[in-house]
């Protein structure tokens, strides 16, 4: 991204508090015996269990199933997944979310469905997400710039919203983006990306089984700084691709220029999947570090996902399709 220095933000990230240190809100309920479920007095009183910040307060509890997707992999500590983050609406440094989000207003939420499908308008967030159907799926999340996460998200797999959409014939891609609010938003002053925010997916891709929206990380509705109030993610793929707070959802003919691509082609692709085979021009993508380890990991194809999404690029070229 725009680090001049891989090293410089590698210290950064060593700064965060060893893995040993943190307490999991969530394992911490459930050793009490408690859910996912009906949990709120207990996980939104800020600083009960620690780390929580004033962004945090407005978070509420959701019901939910478990989605299937699990993993062995330790979640990475609730403080990590909400403190160290990338929204440089708020500003490019990792800490700087968590400090300014707040100010986002994300009620009421509002969203529109544009371009090529029969299902085009404005929707209330609420009547676009069954917020009685959500599912939890803790998926392993990679980042470009070489960290990597595992978070329990909540939401909605993003093929459902799109079917119910009913894209047309002419559709090829699903673009999304990011709300823009200059009041709100201290980062979009400076123009270090092309606001607002914008993203993008293959059809085909947005109907995988793994693409998902998500409204909720660790039982609760997404903290501002996670891209609140409705974001997306898609694990296969490197972080940059899970559009924050997204506001148009747009079906169109051709590929969408997203924010990234746009900023520097050379460095970031449209499809940005995982690959510790095409390396980043200044730096490796061959291993990473985990949030809270200090041994680097091997990068895995597809962040492991290669049985559930390599056949969407069989016969491409991988290093011209980066
Ligand atoms: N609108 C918006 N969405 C964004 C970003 C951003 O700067 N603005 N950063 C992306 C990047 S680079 C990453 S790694 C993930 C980080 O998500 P997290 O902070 O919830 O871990 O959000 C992505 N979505
Ligand atoms: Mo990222």
């Not at 410089?8 to 969530?26: D, F, I, K």
């Not at 003919?253 to 900023?263: G, N």
Request: net charge neutral; with cysteine; charged share 25%.
């Amino acid at each position: 991204m725009l680090i001049k220095n891989v090293e410089n933000w590698m210290e950064r990230e060593s700064a965060v508090t060893p893995e040993n240190q943190y307490h999991s809100r969530r394992d911490i309920l459930k050793s009490m015996g408690l859910g996912g479920i009906g949990v709120a007095a207990l996980t939104s009183g800020a600083g009960l269990l620690g780390g929580a910040s004033a962004a945090q307060a407005a978070v509420r509890p959701l019901q939910y199933a478990d989605g299937g997707f699990r993993l062995e992999d330790d979640l990475t500590p609730h403080s990590a997944v909400t403190g160290y983050n990338n929204f440089y609406e708020f500003g490019t440094g990792k800490e700087d979310p968590a400090r300014y989000a707040s100010a986002l207003t994300t009620e009421p939420w509002t969203l529109r469905v544009e371009g090529e499908c029969d299902g085009t308008g404005t929707y209330d967030l609420e009547d676009l997400i069954p917020f009685n159907q959500l599912q939890e799926r803790i998926y392993r999340m990679r980042c470009v710039e070489a960290w990597s996460m595992v978070i329990p998200w909540v939401g909605v797999p993003l093929g459902d919203i799109v079917r119910r959409l009913q894209p047309t014939s002419k559709a090829k891609y699903v673009y999304f983006e990011t709300a823009l609010r200059r009041g709100e938003m201290p980062g979009v002053r400076r123009a270090v990306l092309d606001w607002p925010y914008k993203e993008g997916l293959r059809l085909d891709e947005a109907l995988n089984d793994l693409a998902f929206l998500a409204v909720g990380l660790y039982g609760e509705t997404l903290p501002n700084q996670n891209g609140a109030p409705l974001r997306l993610v898609t694990p296969w793929k490197y972080g940059f691709k899970g559009i924050k707070s997204i506001v148009t959802i747009r079906f169109v003919e051709d590929m969408p220029m997203t924010s990234w691509v746009d900023s520097a082609a050379q460095e970031y692709g449209f499809y940005a999947n995982v690959n510790p085979n095409v390396d980043h021009p200044r730096w490796s993508q061959g291993t990473e570090r985990r949030i809270g380890e200090f041994r680097r990991r091997k990068t895995l194809m597809y962040n492991g996902y290669g049985a559930q999404v390599a056949h969407l690029y069989d016969g491409m070229d991988l290093r011209k399709n980066y």
